[in-house]
Nanobody
Framework: QVQLVESGGGLVQAGGSLRLSCAAS????????MGWFRQAPGKEREFVAA????????YYADSVKGRFTISRDNAKNTVYLQMISLKPEDTAVYYC???????????????WGQGTRVTVSS
């Protein structure tokens, strides 16, 4: 069992930056690929970014490439999402997710966090 707790959301102006964090419980964090998803009001949840268990591989949605960076610190059981050049359309609840492989975390994550809200004002 893996428990995920996101933090770092908030209100930011367009063009600004935020860094989200996701702290994971358990001693097996380094064996899981991690991902970030988001759900905007009235829309379905969508994939944002993923990182392999070792951190060597990353994958991004086209809408965030060049603006968002996913990283992880296995010693701290934490995955991060650095977001720059934020746009109003990035407004959403952001969720952390975990699965055994990067393919699974993109398609069918096993574990989810409770989400953290990001609001980007124009």
């Amino acid at each position: 069992q893996v428990q995920l707790v996101e933090s770092g959301g908030g209100l930011v102006q367009a063009g600004g930056s935020l860094r989200l964090s996701c702290a994971a419980s358990g001693r097996t964090f380094s064996s899981y690929a991690m991902g970030w998803f988001r759900q905007a009001p009235g829309k379905e949840r969508e994939f944002v970014a993923a990182i392999s268990s070792s951190g060597d591989s990353t994958y991004y949605a086209d809408s965030v490439k060049g603006r968002f960076t996913i990283s992880r610190d296995n010693a701290k059981n934490t995955v991060y999402l650095q977001m720059i050049s934020l746009k109003p359309e990035d407004t959403a609840v952001y969720y952390c997710a975990a699965a055994k492989t990067i393919i699974l975390v993109v398609s069918t994550p096993t574990y989810w966090g409770q989400g953290t809200r990001v609001t980007v004002s124009s």
